[in-house]
């Protein structure tokens, strides 16, 4: 029977997120005034983000991409493999590639399940070698960003009936499928699968993964490190 391993990336697999990689697109604007506008935005909104991602995922989520309007798909597209080089390849835990190959060398169908926009993910699929990919993607009108988010968003539960789709998909059963996250936010799908793993957990999760004796991994060294009791450090 098919088996499926699904791994969020930001905190897990990489030490990056959303807000640098959306940094990279602004200082690549060829408007230098409006890099700088919207760069100083960006520098002014990062304590009230910080705050609304505590709270809701999806909201900080939904608010965050509206950033992106006006920019153009193509231009996106086209600086994919520079924002790759130049922001995430460095921002990859050394532990992570590895992890991945031997969950595929186990026979499981590796997915990447992540709230990122798809224009910033070819690279970083063709980097892991995932099978599948689930993510958000803009809403264009004419190639050109509107701000909006393509339903369905993402984030939290949609992450649970994303992995419920693509189980049903592959004929896979969930129960022999993994999960692989860093944040609370992702425990409703680390729940749905047979071996969660909590990898450098927030402390909410880091309680939830002790309490339900989870393993958690640390991916800072290069090799997986598994840990029954709790801690990733």
Not at 37 to 61: E, H, I, Q, T
Not at 195 to 204: G, K
Request: aromatic share 10%; glycine share 8%; charged share 25%.
């Amino acid at each position: 029977m098919p088996r499926l391993a699904f791994y969020d990336f930001d905190g897990t697999l990489s030490s990056g997120n959303i807000v640098q990689r959306y940094a990279f697109f602004v200082r690549k604007l060829p408007s230098r005034t409006r890099a700088l506008w919207k760069g100083g935005k960006l520098l002014l909104s990062v304590p009230a983000m910080l705050a609304l991602d505590f709270y809701s995922r999806r909201l900080f989520n939904q608010i965050f991409y509206r950033e992106y309007g006006g920019m153009r798909r193509d231009w996106l597209l086209a600086l994919d493999q520079e924002l790759f080089e130049r922001v995430v390849q460095p921002s990859i835990y050394p532990g992570s590639k590895a992890l991945v190959e031997a969950d595929r060398d186990a026979g499981f169908r590796t997915v990447l399940v992540t709230g990122e926009l798809d224009v910033a993910l070819a690279p970083i699929v063709r980097y892991f070698g995932f099978d599948a990919v689930v993510s958000n993607s803009l809403v264009w009108d004419d190639g050109v960003a509107t701000g909006e988010v393509a339903p369905p968003l993402l984030a939290e539960g949609e992450k649970v009936e994303a992995v419920k789709r693509l189980a049903r998909e592959h004929g896979a059963e969930l129960a022999a499928c993994k999960a692989y996250s860093d944040s609370f936010s992702d425990s409703p799908m680390l729940e749905s699968v047979g071996s969660p793993v909590a990898v450098h957990p927030d402390r909410r999760l880091e309680r939830l993964a002790r309490d339900r004796g989870w393993p958690v991994l640390n991916l800072h060294r290069g090799a997986s490190q598994g840990d029954h009791h709790g801690r990733s450090h």
